[in-house]
């Protein structure tokens, strides 16, 4: 372990997902990273719908004396107007650090920084030769059918589209999804009444965290703990917009 190894962190940033199944892999990932590259912190992120988002893994990076960030997209395909958003955030990031803020690097697109089609090549060539065909994997499953519970709709009145897209999740989003359900499941008549639902980027950015309450189309925003519980008790058990949080739609419930 040298003294560059104990300066030098990298993030991992992936994806997120809704299930801790799916995003257990990048977290296992980093793990195995890290026995790699022996003294140096290595750190799984999540652009959108999971947690830590980039600006809480590179702050747990600072706070850990990394002098130098490495910053390693994983996404297929490589989107362009993302990655410069990601930079952004980066920026925004070292301007609330201040002073004596960590250097950062962004790696280049993942099919770019290694020799990807060899490895795709290797996979399928160990895939043809190992591994059981589809009908042995689903054995005796009723692959037919789904489970019955997935014809059957949930009783509700009202959605709260809760978005998790990049730029909402880099703001908090994410974090406050178990706000979001644990408000209406703690809330007899809002869980009887409203079904949440995480959307991707609903595009008023500067207005997030950010949520849409339906049938009526009202959005909100943005959103902290307090506002959350404020805006779904106003907005479907006295059928009244919040004014404090209103960002577009009507300006009451009786304009819907």
Known sequence: MTTDDQRTAIVLLGRGGVAKSTTGELTE?????????PGAQVQPAFIDRWQPDLPAALTTCADAGAQTI???PLMLPDEAALRRWLHKVAMRWRAARGD???KL???ESLSHAVPLPALLADAARRTLA???DVPTLVGDDDWQNGPK???SVPEHTHHALWCTGPRCAAIGAVALWPVLTGTINDT??????VRPLQ???QYPCNHGPLMIVYPEGVWYGPLDADGIRRTLECHVLCHEVDAATHVHGPQTLADA
């Not at 990932?29 to 590259?37: G, K, M, N, P, R």
């Not at 007899?188 to 009444?193: S, W, Y």
């Open 70 to 72: 490495a910053i390693l």
């Open 199 to 201: 959307t991707s980027c």
């Open 105 to 107: 690097v962004f790696a």
């Open 29 to 37: 990932l980093a793990a195995q990273l890290a026995q790699q590259w």
């Open 188 to 193: 007899p008549e809002l869980k009887k009444r």
């Open 100 to 102: 004596g803020s960590p």
């Open 130 to 132: 190992s591994q059981p």
């Open 149 to 151: 519970g997935w014809s």
